[in-house]
């Protein structure tokens, strides 16, 4: 990054208020302990890090349970927020939506490459914190400041001392032990974060001190000369690979026509006989999910070995190879850097943006197809381990198929059934309408995807009961297409005739669809509850708005976008305002339902595993009973006045199109 490029006061722009924070801390952030918290903050001094500024940092575990985190970048700014009137450091930890990451078009932006546009970030440590200080090495001089009770001020930010020409941020958390199942921090897994980020930021020294009962100090520090490949091979404990280990590295350049200068992604990856878990990190936030930057490295390596494999002549005959088959034994590192990251949720433990999977599909498909080219021996070694994968597939799939031929239901005549017996693979679309089922039937893998349009609403089977749930021709489609009987929650009903690994909830995504996922969620919770529990039921997420971009020039060609909601939306438009787009010349269009999209713009944002988004529905442990009641509350017969009292309180949380 250049050393002139400006973090100042204008940096910062502010986008709202901190209260909701403490009223629901789940939504914000991991409430089992304050691990996220303090990462929120370790995160901040490794952007410093990632932009160039900073070489040190320091984790500092105190007797009392507090934590410090250190670094020696730039300091945050302490002169007034040209509109806010507030010392900035002081809006970083108040408000939420306050930070250095958002202001992306001018070019004047801290961080170009920084963990998304969430933005709640040290202002959710300072809100979950019984106390927190924060002292600032900048321009010459010692600045302090203190916040306690949940992120009140406790004192003014003043000049303590002078500091000469040394710079950087320390910041002391106080954790509230009232929003966290435990306290502590967990030492392994904090152990783990400053691990990855020595791996991912070369030269920068990263150390851990743990203060002891009888005040003395253990410390730990973390150096990886090695970079990526290093770390893989400790991941791997020894184990050998089958070829040397794949590394490389590839960004966008200014002339890139489909992504911004500095995207891309660095790798390390070699294949085992046995499994080695993957990691992947996004501008060095660790994904422990996945996502989309995943799915596209496992999509360009797929298509390069199956290139090579093709190219050599290797694949036996009747032997169809998948991208599962190429990537089960695969071990990697991955450190994806993307200008405006899209993660589920704020714990951002999931990466979403869908252009991800192009960005690292593009940037690894080339390099590693010259790797295979130069050393065939490595490249057949590899290609074997995926076609022994894919053989045993095959036989596991024809051992299910044998198993279930001896007495199938006649299924439904509206059900467009998939080609494979793999319930690991199979998906059941429910899908609203003929008109979007139509879509959807052509817009879907014919090998692992089956769509069932359901015509209307589906009945409200709350009170039903069981022997007179099949009376309704929706729900008995449903149940015999499934392969499963209907069942109460303290069943231990018989699942080995399921016929699909995942059952998704596809509906508009308004008002309507709203009532028609309701309603199936009531089904399933109450005469299907085994399904929930054991994590096969889903609903898809489709987007609202398309965003046309006109082509500039003969090197960028026309492009259109999918935002999920209004956030995405702004999101995107800030994106590609930075990159010299107009905004009147970007064509904006809302779906108004599924039937509304093309195959082709359905399969996309819907249902390609590799871009589509979903949300696995399950029951907390801890909820059953609170669920339940929430279900009798909505779809009791006899509950007309509750749900007027609970609407009357609750209205005004509601997001509707009105």
């Not at 070694?381 to 894919?390: K, P």
């Not at 939306?569 to 904006?588: C, F, H, S, V, Y």
């Not at 007027?644 to 949380?653: F, L, N, Q, V, Y």
Request: one cysteine or more; proline letters at 5%.
């Amino acid at each position: 990054m250049a050393s002139n490029e400006r973090y100042d006061e204008s940096s910062f722009r502010v986008l709202k208020g901190l209260e909701p924070v403490r009223e629901r801390p789940g939504m914000y952030t991991r409430t089992d302990s304050p691990a996220h918290i303090i990462q929120e903050v370790i995160d901040n001094a490794a952007d410093e890090a990632l932009a160039g500024f900073a070489k040190e940092i320091r984790v500092t575990l105190h007797r009392d349970d507090s934590v410090s985190v250190s670094d020696n970048g730039r300091g945050i700014p302490v002169g007034l927020h040209p509109e806010e009137k507030v010392p900035v450091v002081v809006l970083a930890f108040t408000r939420l939506h306050a930070g250095g990451k958002f202001d992306k078009r001018s070019g004047n932006s801290a961080y170009a490459f920084s963990g998304g546009l969430h933005g709640v970030g040290v202002s959710v440590t300072n809100a979950l914190s019984t106390r927190l200080e924060v002292e600032i090495r900048r321009e010459g001089k010692l600045w302090r400041t203190e916040f306690a009770n949940g992120g009140e001020p406790l004192s003014e930010l003043r000049a303590v001392d002078t500091c000469g020409r040394k710079t950087g941020t320390r910041v002391r958390v106080w954790p509230d032990a009232k929003y966290f199942e435990s306290p502590k921090v967990p030492v392994a897994e904090l152990e783990r974060l400053l691990r990855s980020k020595a791996v991912l930021l070369p030269g920068v020294s990263v150390r851990l001190d743990v203060e002891q009962p009888d005040g003395s100090v253990q410390s730990k520090s973390w150096n990886y000369p090695g970079g990526l490949p290093a770390y893989l091979s400790e991941l791997a404990g020894g184990q050998e690979p089958v070829a040397p280990i794949f590394a490389g590295e590839k960004y966008a350049t200014e002339d890139d026509p489909a992504f911004a200068p500095g995207e891309g992604a660095a790798w390390a990856l070699a294949w085992f006989e046995q499994s080695v878990p993957g990691e992947s990190y996004v501008n060095l936030i660790p994904t422990v999910s996945g996502g989309t930057h995943e799915s596209g490295l496992r999509a360009g390596l797929f298509e390069a070995l199956k290139t090579f494999i093709d190219h050599h002549a290797l694949l036996p005959r009747g032997v169809k190879l998948q991208q599962e088959d190429v990537c089960a034994r695969m071990g990697f590192v991955l450190s994806a850097r993307l200008l405006d990251p899209q993660f589920q949720g704020q714990v951002k433990e999931k990466l979403n943006s869908r252009e991800a999977v192009r960005l690292v599909s593009a940037q690894v498909r080339d390099p590693f197809e010259i790797w295979l080219n130069n050393h065939v021996e490595a490249g057949r070694a590899i290609a074997e381990l995926a076609i022994r994968q894919a053989l045993a597939r095959q036989r596991s799939a024809q051992k299910v198929e044998k198993k279930k031929s001896s007495g199938v239901a006649v299924l439904p005549g509206k059900l467009s059934d998939c080609e494979s017996s793999d319930i690991s693979e199979n998906e059941l679309f429910l899908v609203e309408g003929d008109s979007a089922g139509g879509s959807a039937k052509m817009a879907r893998d014919k090998e692992t995807q089956a769509i069932l349009p359901l015509r209307g609403k589906v009945q409200n089977a709350w009170e039903i009961d069981a022997d007179r749930l099949f009376a309704n021709a929706e729900i008995h489609d449903i149940a015999v297409a499934l392969g499963v009987d209907a069942h109460g929650s303290a069943d231990a009903p018989d699942l080995s005739g399921l016929r699909y690994g995942k059952v998704v909830i596809m509906s508009d995504a308004d008002v309507d669809g709203a009532h028609i996922q309701t309603l199936l969620l009531t089904l399933f919770f109450r005469h299907f509850p085994r399904l929930i529990d054991a994590g096969h039921i889903y609903i898809a997420q489709p987007p609202l708005y398309r965003i046309d971009v006109p082509a500039q020039g003969k090197k960028r060609p026309a492009r259109r976008l999918y935002a999920l909601d209004e956030g995405e939306l702004a999101a995107i438009r800030d994106r590609l305002m930075k990159e010299g787009i107009r905004p009147e010349n970007i064509e904006t269009g809302r779906f108004k339902g599924l039937g509304e999209m093309n195959p082709d713009q359905l399969r996309e944002t819907t249902m390609a595993p590799a871009t589509r988004r979903m949300l696995p529905v399950r029951v907390r442990d801890d909820a059953l009973n609170e669920t339940r009641r929430t279900f009798n509350m909505l779809m009791g017969k006899g509950e007309a006045s509750g749900r007027r009292a609970w609407m009357e309180a609750k209205g005004d949380t509601v997001e509707a199109d009105v």
